[in-house]
């Protein structure tokens, strides 16, 4: 699971209200549970300003760490997609390490 201090990290750099892991169906609110359809607004969010590549390459340094692996091929996206408790954990973690490199 993220830690609190993720969270608030990567709502600030993403201009999203505080933090909640509580899903609201149909109650008019939008809450981010930080799951693949957040990261898919993260993943817009850092095409639209150029930004994906270096975001790939902190990824691919924390899958290489994490897997003990030198190959990245075909094995990155399922890894960054891996879900932990609703939560899309590696792409977050991988997101939050981006945010405190740059």
Same mark, same amino acid.
């Given at each position: 699971m993220l830690a609190n201090e993720e969270k608030k990290v990567i709502a600030e750099k993403m201009g999203w209200e505080e933090p909640s892991t509580i899903i609201c169906n149909n109650c008019g609110e939008v809450l981010h549970?930080?799951?693949l359809n957040d990261a898919s607004l993260v993943m817009e969010e850092l095409m639209k300003q150029g930004k994906f590549v270096s975001f790939e390459m902190v990824a691919m340094v924390m899958f290489k760490e994490t897997m003990q +692996?030198? +190959?990245v091929h075909g094995k990155l996206i399922p890894w960054l997609m891996t879900m932990q408790n609703g939560e899309a954990i590696n792409f977050f973690r991988a997101y939050y390490q981006w945010?405190?490199?740059t």
């Open positions: 549970a930080f799951d +692996s030198l +190959s945010v405190k490199e």
